[in-house]
Nanobody, 130 residues
Framework: QVRLAESGGGMVHTGGSLTLSCSCSGRRAFYDYVMAWFRQAPGKEREFVAAISASGKRPYYAGSVQDRFVISRNNAENTIYLQMNSLKSEDTATYYC??????????????????????WGQGTQVSVSS
């Protein structure tokens, strides 16, 4: 019954910005769980983008998006966000919101592994043109 729904994708030029949102329903104690964003480009494997601690105080980023993307959450609204800045063509992908089975998503090793996340949104497309 856990449902995740992303929104905010679109088409932008290189250097532009987009903010993605993900609304979660059906999970008790949403505020106890790490949440994450992944992305998948055509023909590529699903790739970790960012995760955020349950409290929202600690973000984690893939090296490819470090210093450009900002993950945040609003636990009162059961929502997480991904602010994407300075977008590059390489950021073009379908972006997915993910919720783990374990509150910490398995810690350092598990956090970036899509297998740690049984719950996924439908995805939202981000296209960055040159």
């Amino acid at each position: 019954q856990v449902r995740l729904a992303e929104s905010g994708g679109g088409m932008v030029h290189t250097g532009g910005s987009l903010t993605l949102s993900c609304s979660c329903s059906g999970r008790r104690a949403f505020y106890d769980y790490v949440m994450a964003w992944f992305r998948q480009a055509p023909g590529k494997e699903r790739e970790f983008v960012a995760a955020i601690s349950a409290s929202g105080k600690r973000p984690y980023y893939a090296g490819s998006v470090q210093d450009r993307f900002v993950i945040s959450r609003n636990n009162a609204e059961n929502t997480i966000y991904l602010q994407m800045n300075s977008l590059k063509s390489e950021d073009t992908a379908t972006y997915y919101c993910a919720a783990p089975s374990l509150v910490d998503a398995g810690g350092g090793r598990g956090r970036g592994n899509p297998n740690s996340y049984p719950y996924w949104g439908q995805g939202t497309q981000v296209s960055v043109s040159s």
